[in-house]
């Protein structure tokens, strides 16, 4: 599994937003916080947004919050709002492989590693990764 900068943000920016839970996080505090670039980080929050992960409140005092609780948020749902499928075979999905001959019984072995990540990311939430702190910002 490649986690590629975007990926690796995502998932630090949410555990900081539910770190600091109930309070709002503004983007700039947290790309400070977190050594991430404001402008790729807005549009990260933006995805993250689109799916459902995080909510964005405006004005001075807005900020972000999570959608839903860190306990139903898995470190899965932030992969793939921010970098798209879990695994890739020559960046087409794992399950539209298909292979003839002596390599036929290949895509069972890229799935298998499919389903051994999914595993992983998708039994991990954030409130299990998530260490408190009276503030991560």
């Given at each position: 599994m490649y986690v590629s900068a975007r990926t690796d943000y995502a998932v630090r920016a949410?555990?900081?937003?539910?770190?600091?839970?109930?309070?709002?996080?503004k983007a700039a505090d947290l790309a400070a916080a977190q050594d991430i670039p404001l402008s790729f980080l807005q549009g990260i929050l933006l995805d993250l947004r689109r799916a459902g992960l995080l909510h964005s409140h405006r004005g001075v005092d807005g900020g972000?919050?999570?959608?839903?609780?860190a306990e139903e948020i898995?470190?899965?749902?932030v992969v793939r709002a921010s970098g798209g499928a879990l695994t890739t075979v020559r960046g087409l999905p794992t399950t539209t492989t298909t292979y003839h001959g002596v390599a036929t019984g290949l895509r069972d072995?890229?799935?298998?590693?499919?389903?051994?990540?999914?595993?992983?990311?998708?039994?991990r939430t954030l409130a299990e990764l998530t260490i408190p702190a009276t503030s991560t910002i």
């Open positions: 949410m555990l900081a937003v539910a770190a600091d839970h109930p309070h709002l996080v972000y919050s999570l959608a839903r609780a898995t470190v899965g749902d072995v890229w799935l298998a590693v499919e389903e051994a990540i999914e595993g992983v990311v998708d039994h």
